[in-house]
Nanobody, 125 residues
Framework: QVQLVESGGGLVQAGGSLRLSCAASGRTGIYYAMGWFRQAPGKEREFVAAITWGGGDTYNVDAVKGRFTISRDNVKNTVYLQMNSLKSEDTAVYYC??????????????????WGQGTQVTVSS
């Protein structure tokens, strides 16, 4: 069992920044990587970024490259998503996910075994 709890969402103006956190507990050691997904109203959930627990290797989708940075703290079992230069199209519920395999950067999305409850990010124009 793995529990993932996101926090840090909120309302920001375009061009602003937010840092999302995902606190993981349980048997996190069996998962190769952690990822962030997002789902905007009326749209499918989409992959955003991932990071491996072991080496800290990262992957970001093109839509967020240069603006978002994923990181992790292995001691705290926490992953972060630093979001800068936010745009209105970034508005979505952001979900943390546990990724079980080396396919952490698989397109269109890596496999996921556990999801967090989500945290709302709203970017005003």
């Amino acid at each position: 069992q793995v529990q993932l709890v996101e926090s840090g969402g909120g309302l920001v103006q375009a061009g602003g920044s937010l840092r999302l956190s995902c606190a993981a507990s349980g048997r996190t050691g069996i998962y190769y990587a952690m990822g962030w997904f997002r789902q905007a109203p009326g749209k499918e959930r989409e992959f955003v970024a991932a990071i491996t627990w072991g080496g800290g290797d990262t992957y970001n989708v093109d839509a967020v490259k240069g603006r978002f940075t994923i990181s992790r703290d292995n001691v705290k079992n926490t992953v972060y998503l630093q979001m800068n230069s936010l745009k209105s199209e970034d508005t979505a519920v952001y979900y943390c996910a546990a990724i079980p395999s080396i396919d952490y950067n698989r397109k269109p999305a890596p496999p996921v075994h556990y999801w967090g409850q989500g945290t709302q990010v709203t970017v005003s124009s």
